[in-house]
């Protein structure tokens, strides 16, 4: 069984700031590991995703995500923010081979101008 | 750059009456999804279906749901007697193969009255 918990609903930082989500997960298979983003009145767009490559995990919009085995960790990063990325962020995990993804609850992110 | 659509965007219907979500796959995908996201909750999966036959369902998709591909190219979901509960955004991805990227429809919002 899979799951993943995303720390804090809402995080606001500044415009130019570094941004900083956090995801934990939990698997009994070794995980696949996804960041998505949702823009408001929008469907779920993918950002980036972990398959058991490379740890650091580049996406786009200069979003990155580091897979961290030994703390359970994905969390995700941007060195600095910009107004357009306001929206609210989803992380799901995935056994190799299983198609279900199973989401965390969320991450609101305001983006202070 | 192809994309998951879905219709309709808005749906309202009285609890107990049956109801149709469309959607439209990515042409050359094989795997197709839904989930759902009750406001303020986590997305979660409902059911995917690939071949013309379910390969996996959660335990919220009791007998109420159903899926079907009544052609090469839509993929829908029907809920025969809502429940008040049933009220959620529900989600259509799509994937190109098994553990591969889920592209994310923008959703219909279900709300039973």
């Known amino acids: 069984a899979q799951s993943v918990t995303q720390l804090g609903s809402h995080v606001s930082v500044s415009e130019g700031a570094l941004v900083l989500l956090r995801c934990n997960y939990s698997s009994s298979v070794p995980p696949y590991l996804f960041w998505y983003v949702q823009y408001p009145n929008q469907g779920l767009q993918l950002l980036l995703k972990?398959?058991?490559?490379?740890?650091l995990v580049k996406g786009i919009n200069g979003f990155e995500a580091e897979f961290k085995k030994s703390e359970t960790s994905f969390h995700l990063t941007k060195p600095s923010a910009h107004m357009s990325d306001a929206a609210e962020y989803f992380c799901?995990?995935?056994?190799?081979?299983?198609?279900?993804?199973?989401f965390g609850t969320g991450t609101r992110l305001t983006i202070i101008p | 750059e192809p994309e998951v659509t879905q219709t309709p965007s808005h749906q309202v219907t009285q609890m107990g009456q049956e109801v149709i979500l469309r959607c439209v796959p990515i042409?050359?995908?094989?795997?197709f999804y839904w989930y759902r996201q009750i406001l303020g909750q986590k997305v979660e999966f409902l059911v995917s279906f690939y071949n013309n036959e379910i390969s996996e369902k959660s335990e919220i998709f009791d007998d109420q749901f159903s899926v079907e591909r009544p052609d090469g190219s839509n993929f829908t979901l029907k809920i025969r007697s809502t429940k008040l509960e049933d009220s959620a955004m529900y989600f259509c991805a799509s994937s190109p193969g098994q553990g591969e990227t889920q592209y994310f429809g923008p959703g219909t919002r279900l709300l039973v009255l």
């Open positions: 972990y398959t058991s490559a490379a740890t």
């Open positions: 799901a995990v995935s056994g190799a081979g299983n198609e279900k993804l199973t």
């Open positions: 042409s050359n995908h094989l795997y």
